[in-house]
């Protein structure tokens, strides 16, 4: 079992920047792709954004040239840069970690997840 944990979530007005952060035990994200989804109120669970195993990045259109995915050198935390946040960016961020060899970006094919971190977005 893998325990991922995320922080960085908060209260910000439209325009402004958060960089969320995940957590994991030893150094898992040198072997697991690693990735970002949320969960708007009464909505399901979507992609944000992902970071494989070499360092390829994906990220869903509505948060291109936006957001962007990055990983720290020791491989043990990853990081979601937000920039130019939107009141529709408001949700509960997770992060999800994966063993598989290639990105997937529905919520069925990633192994861990944590506990989420909330983003409001105030207009």
């Known amino acids: 079992q893998v325990s991922l944990v995320e922080s960085g979530g908060g209260l910000v007005q439209a325009g402004g920047s958060l960089r969320l952060s995940c957590a994991a035990p030893?150094?898992?994200?040198?072997?697991?792709?690693a990735g970002w989804f949320r969960q708007a109120p009464g909505k399901g669970r979507e992609f944000v954004a992902a970071i494989s195993q070499i360092s390829n990045t994906y990220y869903a259109d509505r948060v291109k040239g936006r957001f962007t995915i990055s990983r720290d050198s020791a491989k043990r935390t990853v990081y979601l840069q937000m920039n130019s946040l939107e009141p529709e960016d408001t949700a509960v961020y997770y992060c999800?970690?994966?063993?598989?060899?290639?990105?997937?970006?529905?919520?069925?094919?990633?192994?861990?997840w944590g506990q989420g971190t909330q983003v409001t977005v105030s207009s």
């Open positions: 030893g150094r898992i994200f040198s072997t697991y792709n």
């Open positions: 999800a970690a994966d063993s598989r060899l290639s990105i997937a970006t529905t919520v069925g094919r990633w192994d861990y």
